[in-house]
């Protein structure tokens, strides 16, 4: 089993910034990935970014050149720097992680991000 925590949301103005963390915990050398997903009221979840074991990464268009995802391997901790926040990133970001890669097997509680404008 791999445990995830989540933290660093909260409420942004448009065109500021945030850093989510998310420290995993438990069988972590079978993880290859792990990375964020996002989830806005009536919406279907999607991905935002994920980063795997060898540091290839993928993230979605909507927030290429924006967002930056990164991992400390030492602390089994993946981080998200998101920069030029808009209202349209208002959402719960879960944590995700995965044995095959980018395939989520476990994902964190939830945290909230609002972006007003």
């Known amino acids: 089993q791999v445990q995830l925590v989540e933290s660093g949301g909260g409420l942004v103005q448009a065109g500021g910034s945030l850093r989510l963390s998310c420290a995993a915990s438990g069988i972590i050398f079978r993880v290859n990935h792990m990375g964020w997903y996002r989830q806005a009221p009536g919406k279907q979840r999607e991905l935002v970014a994920n980063i795997a074991s060898d540091g290839i990464t993928k993230y979605a268009d909507s927030v290429k050149g924006r967002f930056t995802i990164s991992i400390d391997n030492a602390k089994n901790t993946v981080y998200l720097q998101m920069n030029s926040l808009k209202p349209d990133d208002t959402a719960v970001y879960y944590c995700?992680?995965?044995?095959?890669?980018?395939?989520?097997?476990?994902w964190g509680q939830g945290n909230q991000v609002t972006v007003s404008s």
């Open positions: 995700n992680a995965g044995w095959t890669r980018w395939i989520t097997d476990y």
